[in-house]
């Protein structure tokens, strides 16, 4: 059995949905709320867990390989290897200001974000005092009640932003969905997950 972590959401069915289309299927994935499902004949099992956990499952080895967001993975820095890029998913991580935002040099920022490690570091290589306000959801809320002066949050289409009349003011890096592999099942599931590997790359190349 492989065991795959899958995140929740709509990354999570477009990975699965590439996954099944040679061979990885799952008789009725995402069709009720187990989160465990597995199928003997293809030989896998799929983990249905949070975006921002399925770094921690696949590195203590809760599932031999997993798809998270480049996002994630630069705010928890898991100890696993990055196989492959599934370009998927893609978005970039920016600082985003209300419009016309001008930024007070002397004064502390204060971040709004869902990455306060990202934001650190971000900030951190331009030596610039901040103050992080961590947030669950929902950002853009934040500079609109001035919670904080900006946010460092995940843009996909700009749609929020604009209409929360934000605008991005840098972006810190781009992101998409990545396959990781646990670092000892990597080595004893080895022809497994190559297996995979060799379908991802003939199903990207067709
Ligand atoms: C994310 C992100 C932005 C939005 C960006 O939020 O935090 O709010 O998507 O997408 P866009 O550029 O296409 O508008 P998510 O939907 O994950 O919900 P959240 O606010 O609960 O984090």
Known sequence: MLNIALPKGRLGDDV???????GYYCEGLGEDRRLVVESLESEVRYLLIKP???????????????????????????????????????????????????????????????YPNVAKNHYRTKNRDIEIIKLNGSIELAPILGLSDVIVDIVETGKTLEENNLEVVETIAYSSARLIANKAAYKFKEKQINDLLVKLMEAYNK
Not at 16 to 22: A, P, T, V
Not at 63 to 77: C, F, H, Q, R, S
């Open 16 to 22: 699965y949905k590439l996954f099944s289309s040679f």
């Open 52 to 114: 921002s956990d399925v770094g921690i499952y696949v590195e203590h080895g809760a599932a031999d390989i997993g798809v998270v967001g480049k996002d994630v993975i630069l705010e928890t820095n898991p100890n696993v290897y990055e196989l492959m890029d599934l370009q998927l998913g893609k978005c970039r991580l920016a600082v985003a200001a209300p419009v016309n935002y001008y930024e007070n040099p002397n004064n502390i920022l204060r971040v709004a974000t869902k």
